[in-house]
């Protein structure tokens, strides 16, 4: 994959790098949201990295080993910056990881169905317990020194950041609240995502619940900006220029578009999931922590309508997950996208599929330089 020049200042406008472009190395200020559980795909965060933009990879499922692989080939596939992204670890979780048959019968029970119907095995309390330790993944990404460390639903531990100033590897938080992202500043992130209650996937609170930090993109990211002295990344309800063009004008700056990259080919998702984005169908999505524990925004299909009554009594992550695993596994597999958790945020139906994701990204520029003739740098002037 042939690298993509860096254009002169002078032709970097009106869409140029700007403060996170600048602090993470990249032409454009467009980051590619990372997507965990086999969603994610190095050709993917290459194909971005190479377009000029960030691209990046979910790795909170991976193992230790699996991380110091994957950081070797994400370098092997681009010479540009990329990211790496860690879940944090929530209150309560590792409690139910510990206990002493986190399987319960009754957690299988309620699943026994799906599991017949998709012809697997329930997984047992070993298959739970075999789940990477947050540590140890830290760990060998610092080894690793990825240019971009990125972090979901908590603050970095201090640690990682004395660490990675050390290395010169960027630490970018997510925040779900203006209090969040003051917390991430005063933690030593060197940047700021400011994840709307319209973003698809997993939601990051960390500091209330998430029913009580629902703020939609268009409303937290002005408030973030506001609050905040290092540079701020709009994410959820982004897919096209007009999205780009409204986060910049409110004070973010770059965006992180995670459902519109999704759709292209070069993303981990089943062919049902790309199927179901840029439909009518995708215009509806609903918060679930039905498929892994945590909550998370995505299309609602037979399995969450069936399922809904139980929101409230599946275990928490990571041991719901691991308790769906095999069934999401085998639905992507089969081609039966009723029991497939398809994430999506609330601009999903403007996803439309794209030849590649390098291409999606060019159109997104070039109709955000459309509607943003008056830009200077990526801010509107006063």
């Not at 969450?304 to 928490?316: G, I, L, T």
Request: proline letters at 8%.
């Amino acid at each position: 994959m042939s690298a993509v020049p860096t254009p002169p200042a002078a032709e970097r406008h009106p869409l140029g790098p700007g403060r996170f472009g600048e602090l993470v190395g990249t032409a454009l200020p467009v980051v590619q949201g990372p997507f965990g559980g086999g969603l994610s795909s190095v050709a993917l965060a290459a194909a971005v990295s190479e377009g000029g933009g960030l691209g990046s990879y979910g790795a909170h499922i991976h193992t230790p080993e699996e991380i110091t692989a994957l950081v070797a080939r994400l370098r092997a596939a681009t010479d540009r910056p990329f990211a790496v992204n860690l879940w944090v670890p929530q209150e309560g979780e590792a409690e139910a990881l510990a206990a002493a048959d986190p399987m319960t019968a009754e957690h299988v029970e309620r699943l026994r169905p799906y599991y017949e119907e998709l012809g697997v095995r329930p997984p047992s309390a070993g298959d739970v317990r075999a789940w990477p330790d947050f540590d140890e993944q830290l760990d060998a990404l610092l080894a690793a020194a990825p240019p971009v460390i990125s972090l979901v639903m908590g603050l970095p531990p201090r640690r990682l950041v004395a660490e990675a100033r050390r290395r010169g590897i960027v630490v970018v938080g997510t925040a779900t609240t203006v209090d969040e992202a003051v917390a991430l500043e005063r933690a030593g992130a060197d940047a700021v995502v400011a994840s709307g209650s319209d973003a698809g996937g997993h939601r990051g609170a960390f500091l209330r619940p998430v029913r009580e930090s629902l703020v939609g993109t268009f409303s937290l990211v002005p408030q973030v900006a506001d609050a905040v002295t290092v540079p701020v990344v709009a994410a959820g309800g982004i897919a096209d220029g007009r999205g780009i063009a409204a986060a910049l004008a409110l004070g973010a700056d770059a965006v992180q578009i995670g459902t519109g990259f999704l759709a292209t080919r070069e993303s981990g998702a089943s062919e049902a999931h790309r199927r179901t984005l840029g439909t009518a169908e995708s215009r509806t999505t609903v918060l679930t922590r039905l498929f892994s524990g945590r909550t998370a925004r995505g299309i609602p299909n037979r399995f969450v309508r069936d399922m809904a009554a139980h929101e409230d009594h599946v275990p928490p992550y990571p041991v719901q997950n691991a308790l769906m695993q095999p069934i999401r596994r085998a639905a992507a597999e089969q081609d039966r996208p009723e029991y497939v958790n398809l994430w999506a945020g609330q601009a999903a139906a403007l996803a439309q599929e794209s030849p590649s994701a390098e291409a999606y990204l060019a159109d997104l520029v070039t109709d955000a330089r459309k509607r943003l003739p008056g830009l200077t740098g990526n801010r509107l002037p006063a």
